[in-house]
Every structure is written in C-alpha cells, then in structure tokens.
C-alpha cells in the first residue's frame, strides 16, 4: 500500500512539531503552506518554512488574492488529508473538500472550550487551571467538527501564556502521533461537539492589555500572565508615561488604605488592587526598557503612585 499524502497548512511551534510528526509516521507532503512572518511582529517560535526546506519539501505562503491558485495546486496534490497546524486563516469548503480522506485541525484548547482566536491567552486570562489540545475534524464553522483525540495540560498558578503555549505544543504533537495509526487505518474515533453557548472567542488587540486597578488582584495577576511578553503585555499610564506589568505575584498582605497605587516596601515592588489584594511586581519595564525595581521601590516607598 502507497504511503498517504497529506497536504499542511501550518505556522508557528504547533506547525513545526506536528509538520514533523507526519513525516515521523511516514506520511508523505506534497505541499506545505504557511504564513508571511509580520514584520511588525516579533517571532519568538519555530518556522515552518525553514522546517519544510530543511526537509525539501515544496513550500508557498500566499496572501488572500493567491488562495483560488493554492486550492488548484492542492486538488492536484490528490491529498488523502489536509492538516491545519495553527495557520492563521480558515480554510473554506472547497479546499476541505479536496481531501479524499478528510481535512483535520489541532486547535489549542480542550474543545468544545475556547472555540476560535488566541485560546492559550483566554485561558490564562480566565483564570483556567487546564487546558489543552484538540485534534478535530474541520468543517465550515469554526472548531465545530467531529473530534478524534484531545489531551489535556495544567494551568500553574504563575504560569504566563508563553509557558502555557509550550504545554499546548507538547500536547499536539502527542495527539496527533498517536492518533495518526487509527487516522491512516481508517479506524479513528470521531465525537460530535456540542456547541456550547459563549465558546467562541475573537482575537486581541495589544489595547487590550490594559490593566484595569479597581479589580481584584488575582484578575490583574492574570491579565499580566495572558499577555506577558513575546505578547505585547499587561500596561498601565501614570505620571504621563506608560508602565508595562511583566511579571506579578498575588500575595497575602493587604495593601495601604486608600485607591489603588504602586507602592515600596522592604526593596520590593507592589501593586495595591481593588478590594485590598496586593501584587508583588516582580518585571516591569517603561519606554526605555526594563525598570530597575529596587530603583522603583524606594522611590515608591517614599511616595506611592497614584493608579486611576
């Protein structure tokens, strides 16, 4: 029996793995596709385009004008499959149906939870204890198909989305290897989601980083851990510059009576939030760079600073 031929659209971390699982399990690429990196964007994972030249593999990254010629180049790849590995748009279905043998997503969450954009981030923003990766059949709307296999990873308490990310890596590239022998016999599970009512979430804007004090400490904590750095971070403005939250921790303590503020305290950095939770800043950074935090707690100490 001839080898089965898949056709990948794929990007980033999620993309490199999987790419590689595929061809581990000898499964042969005709094509892969990926993304033009933005230039504005810091890339802080794995390239997909160089992964598949390593492997001298034919490789494109088209824009939205080229996608009927990339739909006629993969119909005549005769894929048996389309995988989709984190690329960044939906693929219609006209190309999903060019797949003899069926077109199937790894999306990063425990489906049917967090359908749609930047799952990792909502996780931890929420506050989630786990999440996961989801290997699913792709249908017209979006992560709504029949699932074949998820694995689950947890959520620690000061993990930010970066470290998150890298489980989530982890547990795609698991799910698809072993589900990959079922996948090629024809013998692969397939569960119907449910779909759930507020599940499906939107993108996020670097606005959207910005920390509201009046809530609770652990809220904050959270934000500051969703959208940390290589993502364009937690921030605040005060006396007419902008401070960006790197890195916090929830603590015990109550903070001084009155609004919320950034205060000193034996050499450490805090933030007072509402209801009198407290953070301990533990990186944060201004226009020129990194803020010396010792610098900051006795400057905060002698005269706190206002939030809002």
């Not at 219609?92 to 049917?112: K, Q, T, V, Y």
């Not at 006396?239 to 205060?263: D, E, K, N």
């Not at 010792?294 to 905060?300: G, K, L, N, P």
Request: aromatic share 8%; hydrophobic share 45%.
């Amino acid at each position: 029996m001839s080898a089965a031929r898949a056709v990948v659209f794929a990007y980033h971390d999620v993309g490199v793995r999987c790419l590689k699982a595929l061809l581990s399990a000898g499964v042969q690429v005709p094509l892969v596709v990926t993304v033009r990196d933005d230039p504005a964007e810091t890339r802080w994972f794995a390239s997909v385009a160089e992964t598949a030249r390593d492997y001298a593999l034919p490789v494109v990254a088209p824009d939205g004008a080229d996608m009927p010629r990339i739909e006629a180049q993969v119909r005549e790849t005769k894929p048996d499959f389309i995988f989709s590995f984190y690329y960044r748009s939906m693929l219609g279905e006209p190309l999903l149906g060019c797949a003899r043998r069926g077109a199937l997503n790894i999306h990063g969450s425990l489906l049917p939870k967090y359908r749609g954009r930047a799952p990792v981030n909502w996780a931890v923003l929420n506050g989630e204890r786990e999440t996961g990766a989801t290997l699913h059949y792709m249908v017209a709307r979006a992560d709504a198909g029949d699932i074949v296999d998820q694995l689950a990873v947890p959520i620690l308490a000061d993990d930010d989305a970066r470290e998150v990310f890298a489980k989530v890596t982890a547990a795609a590239e698991i799910v698809l290897a072993r589900s990959l022998p079922a996948l090629l016999a024809g013998s692969a599970p397939r569960r119907p989601q449910p779909i759930e009512p507020g599940q499906y979430w939107a993108g996020r804007r670097p606005e959207d980083g910005r920390i509201d004090w009046t809530w609770p400490a652990i809220r904050v904590h959270n934000l500051v851990r969703a959208v940390a750095p290589p993502f364009p971070g937690a921030f605040t403005d005060a006396w007419r510059r902008r401070l960006w939250i790197h890195r916090t921790r929830v603590q015990g303590t109550s903070g001084p009576p009155g609004p919320a503020s950034l205060f000193g305290e034996h050499g450490a950095c805090y933030a007072a939030c509402g209801g009198g939770g407290v953070l301990r800043i533990l990186a944060a950074a201004d226009e020129n760079g990194p803020l010396d935090l010792a610098h900051m707690a006795r400057e905060w100490q002698a005269k706190p600073l206002l939030l809002g």
